[in-house]
């Protein structure tokens, strides 16, 4: 028999709802990806907290199909700029087709990635395609969309943190899976770097679409 606990809910007054909608919308609002990274250690505490929040997401039948591996060592910072650099060098110089660089060309991107040794913590998200009971493989549902959402939850919590972060999505990730010794159902989606943004950073003059855009009402 499934088993049901009451509801914690609290009912808001319209005034408190229109207050906290927009508080949120304004601090998400000022959310920008950052390159360019200063060493500033940031208290372990904080990745941490942003992590639960994270873990808090949806997912299918609550399986919660997500390893955040929190990297702060130097040396495996390393490793991991050295090998993402091998292969974005290969993609920026080959696999990546005129297209693509031409939709990069506001970002100013390139195959050097500093970032993954400036920035104190790497904190890498996986997704796991499957559960492991021992050998015994454990069927998961929507595991893109779930690990999405908590992606999601993380870099909004990061951000109240007052932290700067970026989504790097170095291509193909196996490399990963090798340097931080991941069981064989995990494969990573995406590198945040964390930390403070360094002194006089800047990021590319691009916006957001506005409402008309992005919003249908039927
Ligand atoms: N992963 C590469 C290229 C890249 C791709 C997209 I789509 C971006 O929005 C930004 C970069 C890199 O990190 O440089």
């Keep these: 028999m499934p088993e049901f606990l009451p509801l914690e809910f609290e009912r808001l007054d319209g005034g408190e709802q229109r207050r906290r909608a927009e508080e949120f919308r304004a601090r998400l609002a000022t959310r920008r990806s950052v390159r360019h990274f200063s060493a500033e250690p940031v208290p372990y505490g904080l990745i941490e907290t942003a992590i639960r929040a994270a873990a808090s997401a949806p997912s299918g039948a609550n399986q919660q199909p ?3 591996v929190v990297v702060g060592d130097a040396e495996t910072k390393r490793r991991i700029r ?11 110089e080959r696999r990546m087709p005129e297209e693509w660089l031409e939709a990069l060309e506001p970002f100013g991107t390139d195959w050097r990635k500093p970032f993954l040794e400036t920035a104190p913590w790497l904190i890498v998200v996986f997704r796991q395609d499957y559960g492991l009971c021992g050998d015994l493989k454990v069927k998961h549902y929507y595991v893109q969309e779930s690990v999405g959402i908590a992606t999601g939850f993380l870099l909004a919590g990061l951000h109240l943190a007052g932290l700067a972060t970026l989504t790097h999505t170095p291509s193909p990730m196996g490399f990963l899976s090798e340097i931080l010794e991941r069981p064989k159902n995990e494969k990573a989606l995406v590198v945040i770097p964390v930390g403070y943004p360094a002194a006089g950073a800047m990021v590319p003059a691009v916006g957001k679409k506005g409402m008309g855009e992005v919003a249908v009402v039927r």
Excluded: L, R
Aim: hydrophobic share 45%; charged share 35%.
């Design 66 to 68: 997500w390893t955040f």
């Design 82 to 92: 050295v090998a993402a650099e091998a292969e974005e060098k290969e993609n920026y």
